[in-house]
């Protein structure tokens, strides 16, 4: 088997869970910024997060044979301090040359709330400014369908954002047809206590097919399972799935949409 962790928050995983991966056929990882579990107090705590994103975090994965790439924003769970987004936005710039960032994520919206959406709103002008992907966190449950309208209605409403190049994540049942049919990505995020179990994400790949679609672990510092995808890979291979199905699912899909960024390639 080999495949791609598309969304991994790895600087909460152990080097154990680096070896866990390489070991069950992962090749590459891509962490977005996201809220470190508490609130960081100045714009200088995410300037010490995009250097560990960019810099320290690809050195221990290389040690496990594994690339890593990241995407970079302030996350929504914060942007409700606009003082403090608009600083951070302010030095996404300095980082978007690195050679494993991939574009702006994991932007969105946490409870829908003006700030948040007006801090979603500059993220993507900075994405279309720089012509860069993006990737979409969505809410969690009775927020979600709310939120992920919310979310596409703003992409949609930005002329310059190309929706093969955004991916929306975590969707559920009632939320993935929405990006799909308006030409997004979809993301299912596997997680033993929310979100998504291996057997709803099949299910979902059953009912709507498997373009333009990704799993993923989600891995953080809350409870969540490093090897998530290549479980659900096991799982599909017990329901019958064909092995080329599953590689398209795991691993082609993910190569495709992260392509295009022009810097994410398997070496
Ligand atoms: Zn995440």
Redesign the pocket.
Known sequence: MRYIEP?G?MVSRTTDDYLDMATAGCTAICE?A?WAGFDRSSVDGFRDYFLQLTEHEPKRAAKFGLQHFCWLCINPKESEDTQLADDVLSIIPEFLNSPNVLGIG?IGLNKNSRNEIKVLEKHVDLAARHNQMILV?TPHLEDKLKGTKLIIDVLKNDKRIKPERVII?HVEEHTIALPLEAGFWAGMTLYPESKCTAARAIDMLEMYGTDRIWMNS?C?WGVSVPLAVPRAALEMRKRGHHADLIDKVIYQNPLKFLEQSGKFRIA
Request: hydrophobic residues 20%; aromatic residues 12%; negative net charge.
């Open positions: 969304h928050h977005p996201f994991e966190h994540d989600a953080d």
